[in-house]
């Protein structure tokens, strides 16, 4: 069984600092991958950045970044730089070989100018 | 690569009726996805497929709802009858190992 938890159902920034959302799972497979997905107000899931469980090597794609710890099962993402267009809904989740893929309920962001 | 494509992107019904939502993945993708987003639930899995396969359905809410793969370029999820407490955004989502791309989601309003 797959499970998600992002204790943070929202939080704030103001433009140009950097967040960090946070995300705990539990997953019984050994092989697995871990994404964020960002959804804005028009509704379209974006996948942001993804990890393989297996590289230790945390996973950066521009300002975001994310520092995984796989003996603890997180998963958080560090957004640098905020910008007004990083403001969403945040989903964490992750996905292993039955390519079962189930959400956390998310965490919204608001970035203040 | 044209991406998900599903259809219709807003559908308003009433109650008691079928309903028909459609999907088309991204060729080459393996597994397909059907959620459901509401403010109170979250962004809920209904069921996914693998090589066109129901592999899990636990998330289908009740027989009401039905889900079918007939070959590797389309589904639909069919809700039949419909009920108001049914009104939600309904994705769909494909992928091979290392990620899925969703489609647009149909919203759909039962009145």
């Known amino acids: 069984a797959q499970t998600v938890t992002q204790s943070q159902p929202e939080m704030s920034v103001q433009e140009a600092e950097t967040v960090t959302l946070s995300c705990t799972y539990d997953t019984s497979e050994s092989d697995y991958y871990l994404f964020w997905y960002k959804q804005p107000p028009s509704r379209q899931m974006i996948l942001v950045i993804r990890?393989?469980?297996?590289?230790?090597q945390n996973a950066t794609e521009n300002r975001f970044s994310v520092n995984f710890q796989k003996a603890a099962k997180s998963f958080s993402l560090k957004i640098s730089d905020s910008q007004l267009g990083d403001a969403a809904m945040y989903f964490c989740a992750p996905q292993g070989g039955s390519e079962k893929l189930v959400f956390g309920k998310g965490t919204k962001l608001t970035v203040n100018p | 690569d044209a991406g998900v494509i599903q259809s219709p992107r807003h559908e308003v019904t009433e109650m008691g009726q079928e309903v028909t939502l459609r999907c088309k993945p991204i060729s080459g993708h393996n597994s397909l996805f059907w959620y459901r987003q509401t403010m109170m639930r979250g962004l809920e899995l209904l069921i996914y497929f693998n090589n066109n396969v129901p592999i899990d359905d636990s998330g289908m809410p009740e027989d009401r709802f039905s889900a079918k793969m007939p070959n590797a370029s389309f589904s639909t999820l069919k809700i039949q009858p419909s009920e108001p407490r049914d009104s939600a955004v309904y994705f769909c989502?494909?992928?091979?190992?290392?990620?899925?791309?969703f489609g647009q989601g149909t919203r759909l309003t039962v009145v």
């Open positions: 990890q393989e469980a297996y590289k230790q």
């Open positions: 989502a494909s992928s091979r190992k290392g990620g899925a791309f």
